[in-house]
């Protein structure tokens, strides 16, 4: 769409459009084709997501274009410091229960993915040892372990006999906790730079986003550069992540001035373990797992500025969402610009418009008029998703075009847009 307002988006497809993406270029020239120069160009999920089709469109209207956001973390320092006192009064507690374990010496038997059984002891040996124990370049290139199959920080003394296997950056297990601590690395330098109230910061398929509360001030493009040189004196000074367990009450207490935490907290089962990660001056309320330290981060990106919403309720206060992207070397940034950068030529609101294919106008915001070509092409879909249906034997029905708001609230999409 072309539009901040689906209000008139079109119903998704009852067949999956992989079925038939292979053929389409060869059915599509057939229809459009009139003698001049034209021709098709595919774009798939990937490079829809590459993109960023459900958040950060180019052109897209701002909720506010003001360049202010130059505010720094000053005036929340207090709250920080007094964070940081409250974390490191934890942490003393589970570094004593670490040597009282150390002391104690109960055995355990940890048993690696090829049958290897190794010896440790009960809440004092970890993972990172354990590696060590291997080999030296083993223990560099690990991100993560698993524990009977669950994430578990490198960081973290095992606690019985398991079964133990170790990750890096080249498994998916590695990379979602490699882009998930980038996240608090991320939410560090928002909370540095802006002074912001931090929300929820997950690791994407690809990368990983931080949505902050600021007020009324946005992030615009200018702020970028700003979040991501922060980013890179953090990486600069190595900062180890730290875990602490801690009550319902300690958690409320330390972050008492964050509301949104607070609600987190507050919304959590009477049954849940609570835990709380640390890096440099950013505290976190956290499940983790994470790299043992920022060093592992090499190189950093900040992708978009976009608005948000909590909980993705448009009646909920309105969010910052900083997008950003990390590698554990500068060769893989390059790469993944540069394929970002291919995917924008592949964008379909380009090559509409370049194509003549279809326009977009206020009268009808988010449904386009398609020009004679694009009709063509347009018929000639209609006709072979007919077809499909006909081969997966469905029947076709027609729905509305245009519905409730609520029905993109069910969605998840509502967040990606505002009210006008």
């Not at 992989?18 to 999920?45: E, M, P, S, Y």
């Not at 180890?240 to 008492?256: C, N, P, S």
């Amino acid at each position: 769409g072309g539009s901040s307002e689906p209000s008139t988006c079109w119903p998704p497809l009852l067949i999956s459009i992989h079925d038939f993406l292979r053929d389409l270029n060869t059915h599509c020239k057939a229809a459009a084709h009139n003698g001049d120069c034209f021709w098709i160009v595919q774009v798939g999920v990937a490079d829809m997501a590459a993109v960023g089709l459900s958040g950060g469109i180019p052109g897209q209207d701002r909720h506010d274009e003001n360049t202010a956001a130059a505010a720094s973390g000053e005036g929340k320092k207090h709250y920080y410091e007094q964070r940081i006192k409250n974390f490191e009064k934890y942490h003393e507690r589970e570094l004593k229960k670490r040597e009282a374990a150390k002391a104690a010496a109960d055995p355990v038997k940890i048993t690696l993915p090829d049958g290897t059984i190794m010896p440790g002891i009960r809440n004092f040996t970890t993972p990172l040892e354990v590696a060590s124990a291997i080999s030296e370049s083993l223990a560099k290139k690990c991100v993560v372990a698993k524990v009977d199959g669950v994430p578990w920080d490198l960081f973290r003394p095992l606690e019985a006999d398991c079964a133990l296997s170790l990750h890096n950056f080249g498994d998916e297990e590695g990379r979602e906790t490699f882009w998930h601590s980038s996240a608090h690395l991320l939410g560090q330098a928002l909370e540095l730079e802006y002074g912001v109230d931090l929300t929820i910061g997950p690791a994407l398929d690809e990368g990983y986003y931080y949505d902050c509360f600021m007020g009324e001030r946005t992030l615009n493009t200018d702020d970028q550069m700003v979040i991501e040189t922060r980013m890179r004196t953090s990486i600069k000074e190595a900062h180890e992540f730290q875990r602490v367990v801690v009550t319902r009450a300690e958690a409320l207490e330390m972050f008492q001035e964050n509301k949104f935490k607070i609600e987190i907290i507050s919304g959590l089962p009477s049954s849940a373990v609570i835990t709380v990660y640390r890096v440099g001056p950013m505290v976190d309320l956290c499940s983790g797992p994470h790299l043992p330290n920022l060093s592992h981060i090499k190189a950093v990106a900040v992708m978009a500025c976009n608005r948000s919403f909590w909980r993705g309720d448009v009646k909920r206060e309105g969010l910052q969402r900083v997008y950003a992207i990390s590698f554990p070397d500068n060769k893989q940034l390059r790469e993944y610009q540069h394929r970002i950068e291919e995917a924008k030529k592949r964008d379909h609101r380009l090559l509409g418009a370049n194509q003549s294919l279809f326009f977009f106008h206020h009268l009808s915001p988010g449904s386009c008029f398609f020009l004679p070509r694009g009709a063509r092409i347009h018929n000639a879909l209609v006709q072979y998703i007919r077809e499909k249906y006909w081969e997966y034997e469905y029947e076709e029905v027609i729905s509305p075009n245009i519905y409730n708001f609520d029905l993109w609230h069910t969605s998840g999409h509502a967040e990606h847009y505002k009210v006008r």
